[in-house]
């Protein structure tokens, strides 16, 4: 809490697809029902022409910007917020993975704490510029039959000991 007001959760769910936001409704109308406000990014005219629905707003782009432009987009029409979660349209949510999601951005106002990982992964190495070009013209492919090490290196699997600054945890929210 603010000391003001509760916390205002906004979720911003882009999509150019009509059918996958049908299909995210029971998990969207869970979110409204816990007081999430949700906002849909219509990227595809498909998606802007859907019918209202209680439970979310549709702001729509008029094009496809892209994730990113999106949803900066987006969260700039949105007034002041606490908490935002960014969701993909394709996600399946049970309440009770809803539930879960809303009482941890609450637990976490209560820690002051500013980014949640809802579904922490591995720890991943950054991409080098040599990983990046191996993996893009199968060099690594190519180079693991050659000299056994090469290829796990190049497309970082083998990671060394974590250093500060070289690797990231990709999270969904």
Known sequence: MNGLRPNRIVALIPSISS??????????ASLSNRGVDVY????AASVAKLQFVEGFTIIDTASNPGFARSLMAA????GDWDWLLLLNDDLALSDDAVE???NTVSDASK???GLVFFDPGDLRRLPTLSSVLGSVSLVSELLGRIRPG???YLVGNSAPKPVVGAYYYSFSA
């Open 19 to 28: 059918e996958r936001i049908e299909s995210a409704r029971p998990w969207i």
């Open 40 to 43: 849909v990014v219509a990227n």
């Open 75 to 78: 969260e700039s029409t949105v």
């Open 100 to 102: 879960k999601m809303t």
């Open 111 to 113: 820690r002051h704490t």
């Open 150 to 152: 090469a290829k796990s």
